[in-house]
């Protein structure tokens, strides 16, 4: 199994573009997450997923959209990045039986908006 | 709200010297805290779960509900144990939610174990 992967590794944005991290996972994890990891600050929700077709806010949502057609897939989209976007993005899975504690994550997205 | 608050952003000791890396917490309810280890270059784990009671790679982390507490502790500090350090509290699923379980993090702490 790959795990939870996430694409691209590394990304350079200018304010106002859009574009989507991609997360992927092969475990068949019905629960996905996306946090953000900034210094100081730890690693905040952003959004989550508790199947295909379900997707809810966590702690900071504003700015970002999620969307879940498939077990595998959830894909973060910014619509309109800016400066306070730029950070580290972390997908997470793990299936339901287990606590939230359990999560696997990817390897991460370093997002850099100028 | 819950909060988890780990004071120290970066903890330097030499090989050999004992570790304490602190977390605290505010919660109102029945805790389970955790702690995550993010080594460089490497995805975030779980190193251990206070319930487990258990050490993992020489670790140990007791909870302290008088003064709401949970500090990882290692009696001697290894240099493969430089990492990022984060401590993590669990809240039981809201109603309607699905059953996740959200998880709240710690600012984090960097161990920086000196040769």
């Known amino acids: 199994n790959a795990g939870v992967t996430q694409t691209p590794k590394f990304q350079v944005l200018k304010t106002g573009q859009s574009m989507t991290l991609q997360c992927a996972q092969d475990?068949?994890?019905?629960?996905m997450s996306w946090y953000r990891q900034d210094p100081g600050m730890g690693l905040r929700l952003i959004h989550y997923s508790v199947g295909a077709g379900i997707t809810d806010q966590g702690e900071v949502p504003n700015g970002y959209n999620v969307s879940r057609s498939t077990t595998e897939d959830f894909p973060l989209r910014l619509l309109s990045a800016a400066p306070s976007q730029t950070s580290v993005y972390f997908c997470?899975?793990?299936?339901?039986?287990?606590?939230?504690?359990?999560?696997?994550f990817g390897p991460g997205t370093r997002l850099l908006v100028l | 709200a819950q909060r988890v608050t780990q004071p120290e952003k970066l903890l330097s000791v030499f090989k050999g010297a004992p570790v304490e890396l602190k977390c605290n917490y505010s919660y109102s309810g029945s805790p389970e805290l955790f702690w995550y280890v993010q080594y460089s270059r490497q995805r975030l784990q779980l190193l251990l779960r206070h319930i487990s009671r258990e050490s993992i790679k020489g670790f140990t982390a007791d909870l302290n509900k008088g003064e709401t507490s949970f500090h990882l502790k290692k009696p001697f500090a290894q240099e493969e144990d430089s990492a990022m350090y984060y401590c993590a509290l669990k809240k039981p699923p809201p109603v309607n939610s699905g059953g996740y379980q959200k998880v709240t993090f710690g600012t984090g702490t960097k161990l920086q174990v000196i040769p």
């Open positions: 997470a899975s793990r299936p339901p039986g287990q606590g939230g504690e359990t999560q696997y």
């Open positions: 475990m068949n994890h019905e629960y």
